[in-house]
């Protein structure tokens, strides 16, 4: 058992160096209400997906015919120009994500087209693995920076329970051998731990973690969309899952990379790695929320949470120059912090309140 008493989730972390925070920024560098700066862009490549997870695109509440047919998708051009915009308005870190983003035909020529744009300086994606080595080497050739997995099990049985009984944990890890053999390093795996469902996993995560040099992150449940069936009981908050991993092996916590990361990081004693933990739900970060995100037809969503997007393509037409200021002023008007209203019991309950389902714009 470790001798020393971890802080606690909430406690103030230290300030990341100078160093770590954004280089100077263009002119248009828009502050929302909150003053929050807009320095992240995560962008859906495609709605449709090739799991069910019950947490995110239940099939009992989403039939496999939902999605958008391909004309109602952003075509690669329209996503470069949208990317471009908002490398315009301040973003440096890009992520792609779904939906699987797997699933998007000729995705490394969409890659490549972004890798080469000027200002964004960190390009990743999240996908759940299953489809990674056939394509891992196209994507790092392409010039992915980054990739995360998600993995929310590794036996067997378990793991096809949680992607609606239509995942193989054994496609998985064959993806994080190739994604791992085409040169991709510190792969990230994301997992949701939910109370009487996937408890008993987190330990062997952990390990397997530790030994694939994969740095884990385990993510509150929470109530994204309204067709997950969201239940406050079923929630495992981080502090709990931090403590059991420290009671394995001990932990030490580690300072922000830059402002605004969601993860609480730790780094293990016996020099295993990191580990981190997103607490949405027990310990909100709306304060330094910088991210915004746009569903794979196009719509503006500045908080996860968000009932309504905003339709860019209307902005598009108005010429590159017009599409950044847009960006701009709805980035001003934002003052989201539906998280943090929750957690002070300012919000109704989550299932009175219409929300974008987590599938459309990927978490």
């Not at 075509?75 to 998007?104: H, N, W």
């Not at 912090?337 to 978490?363: D, I, N, Q, T």
Request: hydrophobic share 40%.
């Amino acid at each position: 058992m470790p001798n020393a008493t971890l802080p606690p989730l909430n406690a103030v972390p230290s300030p990341p160096p100078a160093s770590s925070f954004a280089p100077d920024l263009p002119a248009l560098s828009p502050r929302d209400r909150l003053d929050r700066p807009l320095r992240d862009l995560r962008l859906s490549v495609i709605d449709a997906c090739n799991f069910r997870c019950p947490y995110c695109m239940p099939a009992d509440r989403v039939p496999d015919d939902h999605g958008l047919d391909s004309a109602s998708r952003l075509s690669f051009d329209q996503i470069e120009r949208v990317v471009r915009g908002f490398a315009r308005v301040g973003v440096r870190k890009l992520r792609l994500t779904g939906g699987e983003p797997l699933l998007r035909k000729r995705l490394p020529e969409l890659i490549a087209r972004l890798a080469a744009i000027d200002g964004i300086e960190d390009l990743a994606l999240t996908t759940n693995g299953s489809l990674l080595a056939a394509q891992a080497r196209a994507l790092r050739e392409a010039g992915l920076h980054r990739l995360t997995v998600s993995v929310d099990a590794l036996t067997p049985s378990v793991f096809s329970a949680l992607s609606g009984g239509r995942g193989r944990i054994e496609d998985v890890l064959r993806g994080l051998d190739a994604a791992t053999e085409a040169g991709f390093a510190g792969i990230k795996l994301n997992c949701v731990i939910q109370r009487g469902v996937n408890e008993d996993e987190c330990l062997p995560l952990a390990e397997f973690a530790r030994a694939g040099g994969h740095t884990l992150r385990f993510i509150e449940y929470m109530d994204v969309g309204t067709c997950n069936g969201w239940r406050a009981e079923r929630v495992v908050p981080s502090a709990e899952l931090r403590d059991r991993i420290h009671a394995r092996w001990p932990l030490q916590p580690l300072d922000p990379n830059y402002r605004g990361e969601v993860a609480r990081r730790y780094r293990f004693e016996d020099g295993g790695g990191e580990i981190g933990f997103v607490g949405s739900i027990s310990t909100p970060f709306c304060g330094d929320c910088h991210r915004a995100r746009v569903s794979a037809d196009g719509r503006l969503y500045t908080c996860l949470f968000a009932a309504e997007g905003a339709d860019l393509r209307p902005w598009l037409a108005q010429g590159d120059e017009a599409f950044a200021q847009s960006l701009a002023e709805a980035w001003g008007a934002r003052a989201d912090r539906y998280s943090e209203l929750r957690a002070a019991a300012r919000e109704p309950s989550p299932g009175a309140r219409k929300r974008v389902e987590m599938f459309l714009v990927g978490g």
